[in-house]
Structure formats: structure tokens, C-alpha cells
């Protein structure tokens, strides 16, 4: 099986996306550099790049901020199964358009029900927690690894441990009582959190100074390395949405996130276990290589950190590549593209909840 996933990140203000027979014509405009980016406007152009790009390479298009798709090139995307997705400049999911869904509706039911089940609920939201702290502590025990200070190595190592020890109350969790035994999961999961973020900046080997970092805040991000990780989590998220959509699921119906009005619960449950391995990790190398500098941040009115213009297409040209990239599967043992993985997951807690396996595996790297 090859999965293909193919993203078009339309990142410059005033894109406009036409239609001609099956191909996507991309209009590109070219701003003046010294013009801020809350000015920039179709009529403001200097210029404007265009691409063609045939619809069969596209698996689904991200548009961040103010561009435009012709009702057409709307139409086109939908006869071939392209989700247009919305999203702010942080990076946030604002709205999700697709075709009408060739879905499993047996399947779907079957979510539901789970859903409704708390057990199942507990019994799935266990596995997705243990396999996020497990990355977690990997990706922890890479860097105390390859450390040079001897305090930042304790420190690691002392956050491993204890997330060895959260990982060791999961396995001893009795899912048959299930009253409680959901808040019980999250308060674990968030703890787990808490060790972890509290020795994420001694991961790092360069620009320690330039990326301060206590504590997660998010909506907005407070400092560069919240700003980083929060812009890399929604690439992962809109990857989670496309996945379980394409498996037959509802991504807004989740076992371990709670369900709110436009939140993708599953899709949330499901990026949990990519998290440490792929955003974290990803954003950890940009900045010890420093691609990553504080030349690619702004600071707003009122604390708020988000990325330029250069900086946002620099992650995601980053975030591409990185997909681009193979790893074993242990499930299946297979040699798999990363971009796989989250179409793989998908399906495998698809068949869980058909009954095809007992429990869901979450994919722990090795």
C-alpha cells in the first residue's frame, strides 16, 4: 500500500485558486517586502506567480489567512475527493469543506456506540495515553543521550523516570470500573505533560537563550518555541482529520478528548501519540541546526508570538520533507513514508472498533 498525501499550503494573502478542466491554477501575488502583512491585498501586488497543478496530485489543500477558491476549482476539489481546509495564521482549524463522504456508515455507528460506551472509552483513551508518554520518554532519553551537561542529563533522566512510573499505573488501570476512570486517564496524561514540558528546553543544544521556554500556552502562543510546536501540532491535526475521514470515521467524535462544538475530538486522540515523536522532535532539530531563529518570529500587541511570513513556509516546507522520511512499522513490520502513518493508525483503530483486534496499538517508533 502506498499512500499518497499531497498538500497544497496556500500561505500568501490574496491567493487566488481558478479551475481549468482538471488542473488547479494557482495565482500567487508578490508584495513588497517592507509591507506589513495585515496591508497585504490583491491590489497591492507588485507581481504574481502562477503554477498549474493537476488535481490527481492533491490529497487536500490548507489555506491560512485571506485567499479566495473560484466556486469551480471548489467543485473540482470535491469531484476528487480534496478536502479544503480553513485555518487561521496560528495555524488554527476554522473550517473543513469536502464532497459528500463515501463512508462506512456501519462503521460509524459502531464509533458512536463506543463512544456512548464509557469503558470503550477508557479502554482506547488508556492505549492513545500510553503511547504518547512512551514517546515522550523515548524522545527524552534521545536527548539525555546526546547531551554534554551533566545536569541537564540528570534532569532528563529523572523526567524518564517518572514517566516510567506513569506508564506502569496505565497498565495497572482496572478498565472495568469505568466511573471516574476517564478523569482519572486525563489527570495521568496531564501530569505526564507536566514532567515532560518541564525539561523540554534542556533538549536543547542551540539557541537556549533565544527560546525561553517554561511552560505550554497556547491561543495565543506566548514565546517562540510554544508559537513553533502550536503552528507544528495543527499540520499534525489537519493530517489526523484527512486520515480518519479517508478511514470511514468521524473525526469530531473522540474517545479521549471531550466533544465540543467545531473540536475534532478523534482527531486530537489520535495525533496524541504523534506529538513527541514528530512536532516535538521536529521542532527540537530546527532549532539545535538553527533553521529556526528568532529572525523568523514577531511579537504582537498584548504578548502574542506568531511566525513571518518567511517562517511559516520555511516549517512547513520542513514538515513536508520530514513526512517525506521512513520508518518501521512494528505493527505491521513494514518500512513506511511518515506521511503513512496517520492513515495507518487510522485504519487500525477502525478495526478495533469493528472488533477485528482487541485493544488499539498506538505507534510507538522504535
Not at 543521550?145 to 488501570?173: C, G, N, V, Y
Not at 507536566?194 to 537556549?208: A, D, E
Amino acid at each position: 500500500m502506498d499512500i499518497q498525501q499531497n498538500t497544497l499550503y496556500l500561505t500568501t494573502p490574496g491567493t487566488y485558486v481558478a479551475r481549468d478542466h482538471l488542473t488547479l491554477q494557482v495565482e500567487v501575488p508578490v508584495y513588497a517586502e517592507e509591507l506589513a502583512p495585515e496591508e497585504r491585498s490583491r491590489d497591492k501586488a507588485t507581481d504574481w506567480r502562477k503554477v498549474s497543478i493537476p488535481i490527481h496530485h492533491l490529497e487536500s489543500l490548507c489555506v491560512f489567512g485571506a485567499s479566495t477558491i473560484s466556486p469551480p476549482a471548489l467543485d473540482l476539489c470535491w469531484e476528487h475527493g480534496v478536502a479544503v481546509n480553513y485555518l487561521s495564521q496560528f495555524g488554527h482549524l476554522q473550517a473543513r469543506m469536502t464532497g459528500v463522504a463515501e463512508t462506512s456508515v456501519m462503521l460509524r455507528r459502531t464509533q458512536f456506540r463506543a463512544a456512548d460506551d464509557r469503558a470503550r472509552c477508557a479502554s482506547i483513551a488508556r492505549q492513545i495515553i500510553a503511547g504518547k508518554i512512551q514517546n515522550s520518554r523515548n524522545s527524552l532519553l534521545r536527548a539525555a543521550r546526546e547531551t554534554d551537561s551533566d545536569d541537564d542529563r540528570a534532569r532528563l533522566e529523572e523526567a524518564t523516570d517518572s514517566l516510567a512510573r506513569q506508564i506502569q499505573l496505565l497498565a495497572k488501570t482496572e478498565i472495568s470500573n469505568a466511573d471516574g476512570l476517564l478523569d482519572q486517564l486525563r489527570g495521568a496524561e496531564g501530569m505526564a505533560s507536566s514532567h515532560y514540558f518541564g525539561v523540554f528546553s534542556r533538549t536543547l543544544k542551540q539557541q537556549r537563550d533565544k527560546f525561553g521556554f517554561d511552560t505550554r500556552s497556547r491561543r495565543p502562543p506566548r514565546d517562540r518555541i510554544n508559537c513553533l510546536i502550536s503552528f507544528l501540532y495543527a499540520l499534525v491535526r489537519h493530517d489526523c482529520v484527512a486520515a480518519l475521514t479517508s478511514a470511514g470515521l468521524d473525526p469530531f467524535v473522540g474517545f479521549l478528548h471531550v466533544d465540543r462544538p467545531n473540536r475534532p475530538s478523534l482527531a486530537l486522540d489520535l495525533m496524541e501519540e504523534f506529538r513527541p515523536w514528530l512536532a516535538d522532535r521536529l521542532a527540537i532539530t530546527l532549532i539545535n541546526r538553527q533553521q529556526v531563529g528568532p529572525e523568523h518570529f514577531k511579537e504582537r500587541e498584548g504578548g502574542a508570538v506568531e511566525f513571518t511570513d518567511k517562517g511559516r513556509k520555511l516549517v512547513i516546507t520542513a514538515y513536508q520533507q520530514r513526512k517525506q522520511e521512513s520508518l518501521n512499522h512494528p505493527l505491521l513490520d513494514q518500512n513506511l513514508r511518515i506521511a503513512q502513518m496517520p492513515f495507518i493508525q487510522a485504519r487500525v483503530l477502525a478495526r478495533h472498533l469493528r472488533g477485528d483486534i482487541a485493544e488499539y496499538v498506538p505507534f510507538v517508533p522504535k
